[in-house]
Protein backbone atom coordinates (compact mmCIF):
# COMPACT_ATOMS: atom_id res chain seq x y z
CA UNK A 1 0.00 0.00 0.00
CA UNK A 2 1.12 3.56 -0.70
CA UNK A 3 1.41 6.35 1.54
CA UNK A 4 1.01 9.81 0.05
CA UNK A 5 2.29 12.71 2.79
CA UNK A 6 0.63 16.22 0.89
CA UNK A 7 0.64 19.48 3.21
CA UNK A 8 -0.59 23.29 1.75
CA UNK A 9 2.68 24.13 0.79
CA UNK A 10 3.43 20.98 -1.67
CA UNK A 11 -0.49 21.92 -3.16
CA UNK A 12 0.34 25.66 -4.05
CA UNK A 13 3.92 24.49 -5.94
CA UNK A 14 1.71 22.06 -7.81
CA UNK A 15 -0.78 24.59 -8.68
CA UNK A 16 1.60 26.80 -9.62
CA UNK A 17 3.40 24.07 -11.89
CA UNK A 18 0.24 23.32 -13.49
CA UNK A 19 -0.28 27.28 -14.10
CA UNK A 20 2.96 27.22 -16.13
CA UNK A 21 2.25 24.32 -17.90
CA UNK A 22 -1.29 25.19 -19.29
CA UNK A 23 -0.10 28.63 -20.11
CA UNK A 24 2.98 27.03 -22.32
CA UNK A 25 -0.15 24.70 -23.53
CA UNK A 26 -2.00 27.53 -24.78
CA UNK A 27 1.04 29.25 -26.24
CA UNK A 28 1.78 26.05 -28.17
CA UNK A 29 -1.80 25.75 -29.20
CA UNK A 30 -1.75 29.13 -31.00
CA UNK A 31 1.34 28.14 -33.11
CA UNK A 32 -0.27 25.27 -34.33
CA UNK A 33 -3.06 27.78 -34.80
CA UNK A 34 -0.46 29.96 -37.15
CA UNK A 35 0.97 26.97 -38.42
CA UNK A 36 -2.68 25.69 -39.76
CA UNK A 37 -3.32 29.10 -41.78
CA UNK A 38 0.03 28.94 -43.15
CA UNK A 39 -0.58 25.55 -44.28
CA UNK A 40 -4.13 26.53 -45.86
CA UNK A 41 -2.59 29.01 -47.48
CA UNK A 42 -0.75 26.08 -49.49
CA UNK A 43 -4.10 23.91 -50.11
CA UNK A 44 -7.08 24.15 -52.20
CA UNK A 45 -10.01 21.87 -52.57
CA UNK A 46 -11.69 18.99 -50.64
CA UNK A 47 -8.35 18.49 -48.96
CA UNK A 48 -7.94 21.85 -47.22
CA UNK A 49 -11.65 22.34 -46.36
CA UNK A 50 -11.02 18.30 -44.57
CA UNK A 51 -8.34 19.39 -42.86
CA UNK A 52 -9.52 22.13 -41.61
CA UNK A 53 -12.90 21.19 -40.14
CA UNK A 54 -10.84 18.39 -38.46
CA UNK A 55 -8.26 20.91 -37.17
CA UNK A 56 -11.36 23.47 -36.14
CA UNK A 57 -13.25 20.57 -34.05
CA UNK A 58 -9.14 19.11 -32.39
CA UNK A 59 -8.71 23.02 -31.67
CA UNK A 60 -12.01 23.09 -29.57
CA UNK A 61 -10.92 19.56 -27.82
CA UNK A 62 -7.77 21.35 -26.93
CA UNK A 63 -9.34 24.20 -25.47
CA UNK A 64 -11.68 21.59 -23.19
CA UNK A 65 -8.87 20.11 -21.95
CA UNK A 66 -7.29 23.59 -20.63
CA UNK A 67 -10.34 24.61 -19.31
CA UNK A 68 -10.58 21.10 -17.11
CA UNK A 69 -7.12 22.14 -15.86
CA UNK A 70 -8.21 25.28 -15.17
CA UNK A 71 -11.04 24.26 -12.75
CA UNK A 72 -8.15 21.69 -11.36
CA UNK A 73 -5.90 23.88 -10.65
CA UNK A 74 -8.81 26.00 -8.56
CA UNK A 75 -9.74 22.98 -6.68
CA UNK A 76 -6.09 22.15 -6.04
CA UNK A 77 -5.87 26.45 -4.60
CA UNK A 78 -9.12 25.01 -2.69
CA UNK A 79 -8.22 22.32 -0.92
CA UNK A 80 -4.87 23.83 -0.06
CA UNK A 81 -6.87 26.80 1.53
CA UNK A 82 -9.12 24.00 3.59
CA UNK A 83 -6.24 22.49 4.57
CA UNK A 84 -4.45 25.54 6.46
CA UNK A 85 -7.88 26.53 7.82
CA UNK A 86 -7.97 23.07 9.33
CA UNK A 87 -4.70 23.33 10.14
CA UNK A 88 -5.39 26.73 11.94
CA UNK A 89 -8.27 25.13 13.63
CA UNK A 90 -6.37 22.19 15.34
CA UNK A 91 -3.50 24.33 16.45
CA UNK A 92 -6.42 26.60 17.73
CA UNK A 93 -7.32 23.38 20.14
CA UNK A 94 -4.43 22.27 21.13
CA UNK A 95 -2.99 26.15 22.90
Known amino acids: MSFYQVDSRSLR???E???GLVQRFRTEKETLISR???LLAM???DAKEA????FVKNSGMLDAFAEVIDQYI???EAV???YDAAEQ???GRCV
Not at 51 to 54: A, E, G, K, L, Q
Open 51 to 54: FHSV
Open 74 to 76: GVI
Open 17 to 19: ELI
Open 43 to 45: WEG
Open 80 to 82: ADR
Open 13 to 15: TKR
Open 36 to 38: ESA
Open 89 to 91: KNI
